[in-house]
């Protein structure tokens, strides 16, 4: 539901307006024009009104349950590096409220819903993928560490949240030890990979429309971690909103493997390894947001991101499908897909 704009109910949208007022006179804002610019699945809010240079974008993040601080972080090391993503104009960490440069109201997702031909898509995407070098060069040894730890934990949404509560299909034990096993030998492969700045959600939600096609605006990005040097490019060629044909899929990563040992970084010599590294990464991927979709929809109530599962679980499914050790993985999904009946939703 929109917030209403003109409500003294929405307590945080009112201190909102009253910090915004006390900026006005120094960034030409009118607080008239102060309209609901996008939300995502945390408590974060971004709104958009007019300043004295163009419009311009207010965020909310509740310091209850947001910190804007990894936000402000990441977000200089990107543009310290040259990569084009919001300047922070003013801040109240205190608050919660910051006070961001515009990068345009088209995301590449907005953009593909919309329609475009071929030549336009693939000059985006190519400038993405050059954006994506050039963030992995940054050095990441500041940023907590996308270890495997952390992403065997990440792992446990999966059979809570997609198999138990979304499906309504409980695992045995038989069947739990054999998705442990994958879990593990896909945790141990991405633990294993070279480490470089993750943005952890690059792909079409968070890229806007640049000034060029080579300059795209790169959003979303205070979750950035030190991990797995596939983990971004996976994100991108199987996009969790937009489905990329394997063909598709190869051609990208064909390229950023390209310009990624042109540039230096730390990949594989030779593509076919690293095709399997982004397609087990991939996979890792793919589980958590099958599970963090389901836990969205059920705890939340953001019931949209459901429409988005069977997109995730074709992806999932297309690496299952191609590699033994996974194979288990198969079976486990058959079952609890073929269960995939919810009260008020029918898939």
């Given at each position: 539901?929109?917030?209403?704009?003109?409500?003294?109910?929405?307590?945080?949208?009112?201190?909102?307006?009253a910090?915004?007022?006390?900026?006005?006179?120094?960034?030409?804002?009118?607080?008239?024009?102060?309209?609901?610019?996008?939300?995502?699945?945390?408590?974060?809010?971004?709104?958009r009104?007019?300043?004295?240079?163009?419009t311009?974008?207010?965020?909310?993040?509740?310091?209850?349950?947001?910190?804007?601080?990894?936000?402000?972080?990441?977000?200089?090391?990107?543009?310290?590096?040259?990569?084009?993503?919001?300047?922070?104009?003013?801040?109240?960490?205190?608050?919660g409220?910051l006070?961001?440069?515009?990068?345009?109201?088209?995301?590449?997702?907005?953009?593909i819903?919309?329609?475009?031909?071929?030549?336009?898509?693939?000059?985006?995407?190519?400038?993405?993928?050059?954006?994506?070098?050039?963030?992995?060069?940054?050095?990441?040894?500041?940023?907590?560490?996308?270890?495997?730890?952390?992403?065997?934990?990440?792992?446990?949404?999966?059979?809570?949240?997609y198999?138990?509560?979304?499906?309504?299909?409980?695992?045995?034990?038989?069947?739990?030890?054999?998705?442990?096993?994958?879990?593990?030998?896909?945790?141990?492969?991405n633990?294993?990979?070279?480490?470089?700045?993750?943005?952890?959600?690059?792909?079409?939600?968070?890229?806007?429309?640049?000034?060029?096609?080579?300059?795209?605006g790169?959003?979303?990005?205070?979750?950035a971690?030190?991990?797995?040097?596939?983990y971004?490019?996976?994100?991108?060629?199987?996009?969790?909103?937009?489905?990329w044909?394997e063909?598709?899929?190869?051609?990208?990563?064909?390229?950023y493997?390209?310009?990624a040992?042109?540039?230096?970084?730390?990949?594989?010599?030779?593509?076919?390894?690293?095709?399997?590294?982004?397609?087990?990464?991939?996979?890792?991927?793919?589980?958590?947001?099958?599970?963090?979709?389901?836990?969205?929809?059920?705890?939340?109530?953001?019931?949209?991101y459901?429409?988005?599962?069977?997109?995730?679980?074709?992806y999932?499914?297309?690496?299952a499908?191609?590699?033994?050790?996974?194979r288990p993985?198969?079976?486990?999904?058959?079952k609890?897909?073929?269960?995939?009946?919810?009260?008020?939703?029918?898939?």
């Open positions: 539901m929109k917030p209403d704009l003109n409500s003294s109910a929405d307590v945080r949208l009112v201190e909102l307006k910090w915004l007022q006390s900026l006005a006179p120094a960034h030409g804002l009118n607080l008239q024009t102060l309209r609901p610019a996008s939300s995502d699945a945390s408590f974060r809010r971004y709104y009104l007019e300043g004295g240079a163009g311009v974008i207010a965020m909310d993040a509740p310091p209850r349950h947001e910190d804007c601080r990894p936000f402000m972080k990441v977000g200089k090391l990107l543009e310290d590096a040259g990569l084009n993503v919001p300047r922070i104009l003013a801040e109240n960490l205190e608050s409220f006070l961001l440069s515009d990068l345009g109201e088209q995301t590449f997702y907005q953009a819903q919309a329609g475009m031909d071929d030549q336009r898509l693939q000059a985006l995407y190519r400038g993405a993928l050059k954006a994506l070098v050039h963030m992995q060069a940054i050095p990441a040894a500041s940023l907590p560490a996308y270890d495997a730890g952390r992403l065997m934990q990440e792992l446990t949404v999966f059979p809570e949240w198999a138990t509560t979304h499906c309504q299909a409980g695992l045995d034990k038989a069947e739990l030890a054999a998705l442990q096993v994958v879990f593990t030998a896909l945790v141990e492969d633990a294993k990979q070279p480490v470089v700045l993750v943005h952890r959600d690059f792909h079409s939600p968070n890229l806007m429309l640049g000034p060029s096609d080579q300059e795209p790169i959003i979303d990005y205070q979750d971690l030190a991990g797995p040097i596939s971004d490019i996976a994100s991108l060629v199987m996009d969790a909103r937009t489905t044909e063909p598709q899929q190869l051609d990208w990563a064909i390229r493997w390209e310009a040992k042109a540039a230096g970084l730390p990949i594989a010599s030779d593509f076919a390894d690293f095709h399997r590294q982004y397609e087990w990464m991939s996979l890792q991927r793919n589980l958590r947001i099958l599970g963090v979709f389901a836990r969205l929809s059920h705890r939340d109530g953001k019931h949209g459901l429409d988005h599962i069977p997109r995730v679980s074709a999932a499914r297309q690496v499908e191609r590699y033994g050790p996974l993985l198969l079976r486990i999904l058959d609890i897909e073929n269960r995939q009946v919810v009260t008020g939703y029918t898939f």
